[in-house]
């Protein structure tokens, strides 16, 4: 098990947005009857997930992601969905935290070979690549549908393998999956700037600041709130730290609007 302190931890999380940003919408009461049955398992699993980091045990959290992602995978509507580019990011800023702490101590999953912070960055690079991508290519193809299209569209692939015979419950799972995808045209371009500020910070320990400064500014293109981005593009180019005012911190912008 890869231990550091839990203080360490937690202000790593937050200099990256934390890991778990976006995807707790995805996993919301899972007693919520009109949640598709089928991925319920998942959204119970990824109750564990804030255990395991207060714990900084990173095995678990690669494993819980892994379970999460094949339960996701066992059904065609979710194979290519965004909870999957959410997975990516979990799984990158995971990794991306593991090389900030590498010069402090040796780090090893398998508790026999040692990962240099390079092959730790390189590994971050290769799952928030993953989600970049998976961000892009939803909201190319899904993010300007409304309500009816994406009902239409996704129908017959949503209650593909879906064994409720209920066509009440039936009714009820597929609306609220269409109102999932809806919430998540405006969340996923929140995910993406997370995922390209955690690109940004690969590049930054990589010293290569002009790339990580592009990526902080497309990110910040697409969500000008991340404070992440934001304060790191302020450190690169020797600008004042922004901290959240009085306002911003009583009432925080809704993460359903724009």
Same mark, same amino acid.
């Given at each position: ?31 919520? #009857?009109?949640?598709? $049955?089928?991925?319920? &398992? ?12 207060? %714990? ?26 965004? +909870?999957? =580019? ?41 799952? !928030?690549?993953? =989600? ?8 190319? *193809? ?12 996704? %129908? *017959? ?8 015979? /209920?066509? +009440?419950? @039936? ?6 999956? !269409? /109102? ?8 996923? #371009? @929140? ?26 500014? #497309? ?20 600008? $004042? ?12 912008? &809704?993460? /359903? +609007?724009?």
């Amino acid at each position: 098990m890869i231990k550091f302190t839990k203080r360490a931890l937690i202000l790593t999380m937050g200099a990256l947005v934390l890991i778990g940003f976006g995807i707790a919408s995805l996993y919301y009461d899972s007693q919520n #009857k009109k949640i598709d $049955p089928r991925v319920i &398992e998942a959204r119970k699993l990824y109750k564990k997930y804030d255990q395991y980091a207060e %714990k900084n045990d990173f095995t678990a959290v690669f494993q819980l992601l892994d379970s999460v992602e094949d339960v996701y995978k066992k059904y065609p509507h979710y194979r290519n969905s965004y +909870e999957i =580019a959410v997975l990516e990011n979990n799984r990158a800023a995971v990794w991306l935290s593991m090389a900030i702490h590498s010069a402090n101590q040796p780090l090893s999953l398998d508790g026999v070979s040692i990962l240099s912070k390079d092959s730790l960055l390189q590994k971050a690079k290769i799952h !928030v690549n993953k =989600a970049i991508s998976g961000y892009e290519q939803w909201l190319e *193809s899904y993010g300007e549908m409304d309500r009816q299209a994406i009902k239409k569209h996704f %129908k *017959s692939n949503f209650l593909m393998g879906l064994k409720e015979n /209920d066509a +009440e419950k @039936r009714r009820d799972y597929l609306n609220n999956r !269409v /109102d999932e995808i809806l919430k998540a045209q405006l969340e996923n #371009k @929140r995910r993406l700037s997370v995922a390209l500020t955690n690109y940004g910070i690969i590049f930054r320990h990589k010293e290569k600041y002009m790339e990580a400064i592009s990526l902080y500014e #497309k990110a910040l293109e697409l969500w000008d709130q991340n404070l992440a981005a934001k304060n790191n593009r302020n450190i690169l180019l020797g600008r $004042p730290i922004e901290k959240r005012n009085f306002i911003q911190k009583m009432f925080p912008p &809704e993460k /359903d +609007e724009e």
